[in-house]
Nanobody, 124 residues
């Protein structure tokens, strides 16, 4: 079992930055690939970014490339999402998730555990 707790969300003006954190507890955090998804009101949950268990490979949705950066610290059992140049369309609940498998990380079905989410609101 892996428990995930996100933090760092909030209200920010367009053009600003946020750093989201996802702290994991349980066993073998370093063996899981980690991902971030987001869900805006009235929309489906969508893939944002993912990182391999070692941190050596990262993946990004086209809509966030160049503005979002995922990283992880296995010693702290934490994954981070640095968000720069925020846009109003980035407003959503952001979820982190853990996947035992290392493939198809853009798919919701690949993930075994989910956090409760943290709200990011970007004002124009």
């Amino acid at each position: 079992q892996v428990q995930l707790v996100e933090s760092g969300g909030g209200l920010v003006q367009a053009g600003g930055s946020l750093r989201l954190s996802c702290a994991a507890s349980g066993r073998s955090f370093s063996s899981y690939s980690m991902g971030w998804f987001r869900q805006a009101p009235g929309k489906e949950r969508e893939f944002v970014t993912a990182i391999s268990w070692s941190g050596g490979r990262t993946y990004y949705a086209d809509s966030v490339k160049g503005r979002f950066t995922i990283s992880r610290d296995n010693a702290k059992s934490t994954v981070y999402l640095q968000i720069d140049s925020l846009k109003p369309e980035d407003t959503a609940v952001y979820y982190c998730a853990a996947a035992a498998a290392g493939w198809s990380l853009g798919r919701i079905e690949a993930y075994n555990y989910w956090g409760q989410g943290t709200q990011v609101t970007v004002s124009s």
